[in-house]
T-cell receptor, first 119, second 108 residues
């Protein structure tokens, strides 16, 4: 149980285009999903927290107009990188918190990541 | 905010060797987890261990919450153990704080 998928796993795009990344919780419902960014040989950096049915909460320094997050259902959150530029190239990882496991382990389950390359 | 340190930053082992990875954190937390990030980027849950000791095969972990550190032991290492090991700490309901990771390379 507690599987999170991401699509696509890898994307290459031209500078100026927009790219959408999907994050799905496959076998549980998640009111909260998280988006992380990871640079080569670095740790995960939280970009934003996505709550179902409400606006995302962005971490300091993350441009909300550049990284659009939508959490339309309890099993799907999307990250759209708008007008992508080479400096947006990175590994993007989503995670989901399982709300129904209250009283058990309060943890996050991570997707396999999406590698974005902007030419 | 909470600061997390991990040591060593890099570790190279010969297959079959044992190792200990350390995670120090600056404030009291009630959750701690160890992850292995494989070469393809997937984060794999190893242990949820806010306190005490757990073992799973060749891996074991110990957290001493009162002294704000956790240890991950890898015995009889294999090449498939290569990757980056992260610890993350958090207060219930709040965001994870990841350490910088330990990059492990196990040579055949």
């Amino acid at each position: 149980g507690a599987v999170v998928s991401q699509h696509p796993s890898r994307v290459i795009c031209k500078s100026g285009t927009s790219v959408k990344i999907e994050c799905r919780s496959l076998d549980f419902q998640a009111t909260t999903m998280f988006w992380y960014r990871q640079f080569p040989k670095k740790s995960l950096m939280l970009m934003a927290t996505s709550n179902e049915g409400s606006k995302a909460t962005y971490e300091q320094g993350v441009e909300k107009d550049k990284f659009l997050i939508n959490h339309a259902s309890l099993t799907l959150s999307t990250l759209t990188v708008t007008s992508a530029h080479p400096e947006d190239s990175s590994f993007y990882i989503c995670s989901a918190r399982d709300i129904y496991r209250q009283g058990l382990i309060d943890t996050q389950y991570f997707g396999p990541g999406t590698r974005l390359t902007v030419l | 905010g909470i600061q997390v340190e991990q040591s060593p930053p890099d570790l190279i082992l010969q297959e079959g060797a044992n190792s200990t990875l350390r995670c120090n954190f600056s404030d009291s937390v009630n959750n701690l987890q160890w992850f292995h990030q494989n070469p393809w980027g997937q984060l794999i849950n190893l242990f949820y261990i806010p306190s005490g000791t757990k073992q799973n095969g060749r891996l074991s972990a110990t957290t001493v919450a009162t002294e704000r550190y956790s240890l991950l032991y890898i015995s009889s290492s294999q090449t498939t153990d290569s990757g980056v090991y992260f610890c993350a700490v958090w207060l219930s309901g709040q965001n994870f704080v990841f350490g910088p990771g330990t990059r492990l390379s196990v040579l055949p």
